[in-house]
């Protein structure tokens, strides 16, 4: 079946502007993560949704970022007033939901965000 | 809080030769833990996880890693590598209450003839 995918794959915006990452996760999967890499670092987790509500947030680092989850499926990261420290690559993942805690998360192939 | 380190950020290997990528965690809580691998130009995959039982848990591909409580370690492990294995690889830990993950810096395997 399909995987996580993520639109855009690359994304350049100048400082100041507002951008949109899209996310769709694997059909039938609740949890929904989304994290950060930047460059020679490993991810940084910034918010989880169980179905259409943020379960943790506190990742997020300011009020710039937002992400939503209307209908429990498709999610889009918002990042408003960029700048250029926000440039890195941004993951999705899903899993199944679960009440063990061992769900595999999988990934998506990440959209890539520079600021100039 | 948790926190994960990988105490090396490139191991080069030659083909064939054994390779050790070393994780050390730190945490609070009972965790979960997880070896992630990214090839080059592609996502991140799950290699292999530790969540209860046996300490000792292996990949398809030949990988393996052992949970040591003691000394809060997950060091993965391959008695010979491919020129395939080449790839960043990521440790990572999970609270058993919690739903994400903390990953350490990733550590570069490069693999060469």
């Known amino acids: 079946g399909a995987g996580v995918s993520q639109t855009p794959s690359n994304k350049v915006t100048e400082k100041g502007k507002y951008v949109e990452l899209r996310c769709d996760p694997i059909s039938g999967h609740t949890a929904l993560y989304w994290y950060r890499q930047s460059l020679g670092q490993g991810p940084e987790f910034l918010i989880y949704f169980q179905g259409t509500g943020a379960a943790d947030d506190s990742g997020l680092p300011n009020d710039r970022f937002f992400a939503v989850r209307p209908e429990g499926s498709v999610s889009t990261l918002k990042i408003q007033r960029t700048e250029r420290g926000d440039s890195a690559v941004y993951l999705c993942?899903?899993?199944?939901?679960?009440?063990?805690?061992?769900?595999?998360?999988?990934f998506g192939p990440g959209t890539r965000l520079l600021v100039l | 809080a948790q926190s994960v380190t990988q105490l090396d950020s490139q191991v080069p290997v030659f083909e064939e030769a054994p390779v050790e990528l070393r994780c050390n965690y730190s945490s609070s809580v009972s965790v979960y833990l997880f070896w992630y691998v990214q090839y080059p130009n592609q996502g991140l995959q799950l290699l292999l996880k530790?969540?209860?039982?046996?300490?000792l848990v292996k990949s398809i591909n030949g990988f393996e890693a052992e949970f040591n409580k003691s000394q809060t370690s997950f060091h993965l492990r391959k008695p010979s590598v491919h020129i395939s294995d080449t790839a960043e690889y990521f440790c990572a830990v999970k609270s058993r209450v919690g739903g994400k993950l903390q990953f350490g810096a990733g550590t570069q395997v490069v693999v060469t003839p």
């Open positions: 530790y969540l209860s039982g046996s300490t």
């Open positions: 993942a899903s899993s199944l939901i679960g009440t063990s805690g061992q769900e595999t998360q999988y």
